[in-house]
């Protein structure tokens, strides 16, 4: 992971080159909306992911649960390639459809546990509209229906390199893990700490196992919790 954050960190393109003076901006949007019916929390997590994907286009409440393929027809209206559907049901369950517009695929899911930023208050933080890390487990590679879950997750939640709205930072990373048939999601956070050259004396503790055996000023990266999961 550290190794791919500092690959993606480091410019390659040389700065003098005008041939590079205006990179080609890729064209790839997310359309998240509802149905009627959700509830608070469930309002809070579409803000959280339409605070994280800064390529996202956020829309009013769709009104029938039966005509889906209104949602091909206003993710053309926005220029939208993706949807993010999050239906409601009896008010306490949630389901979540991503399909690729307009002619799929299309994979639907039943959100069982959820937990907000503001319900779970952790120190973690990022930028607005950064660009995040994708990091997938070994487990999506093993079935061809779990790799075509991965391919929609990549192209959903993935922020293209010149999306509008979107900076040129990366740091943050998006867990994606499969265990006992689920999918949890979980947002890091990438803290960069430099390791000090003082030696711990007899009064203070043992210096942390990160920064343990380090050089002195060589960057040690963490990860750090920032929530929704």
């Not at 997310?30 to 994280?52: A, E, K, M």
């Not at 393929?69 to 459809?97: H, P, S, T």
């Not at 799929?104 to 546990?113: A, C, D, R, W």
Request: some cysteine.
């Amino acid at each position: 992971m550290a190794t791919v954050y500092r690959s993606l960190t480091k410019s390659s393109t040389p700065k003098d080159d005008p041939t590079h003076s205006v990179p080609a901006r890729t064209k790839q949007r997310v359309l998240i909306l509802s149905s009627r019916g959700v509830t608070y929390r469930h309002r809070h997590l579409l803000n959280d992911l339409y605070s994280l994907l800064p390529h996202s286009r956020k829309d009013a409440k769709l009104d029938t649960k039966t005509k889906l393929y209104q949602l091909n027809e206003l993710a053309e209206l926005y220029n939208c390639n993706n949807v993010m559907f999050f239906e409601a049901r009896k008010g306490k369950d949630l389901y979540i459809w991503i399909s690729k517009a307009p002619n799929g695929p299309t994979v639907k899911m039943h959100l069982q546990n959820l937990h907000t930023m503001s319900e779970l208050h952790f120190p973690g933080n990022c930028l607005r509209g950064s660009r995040p890390i994708l990091s997938f487990d070994h487990t999506f590679t093993t079935a061809p229906h779990l790799q075509l879950i991965q391919e929609l997750l990549t192209q959903t939640f993935s922020v293209p390199k010149h999306a509008r709205k979107s900076k040129p930072f990366i740091d943050h990373v998006m867990g994606f893990t499969l265990a006992d048939g689920k999918i949890w999601i979980r947002c890091f956070q990438i803290s960069e700490t430099v390791a000090s050259s003082s030696k711990p004396n007899e009064e203070n503790a043992d210096p942390a196992p990160s920064t343990r055996g380090s050089k002195a000023g060589e960057t040690k990266l963490s990860l750090v919790e920032i929530g929704p999961r």
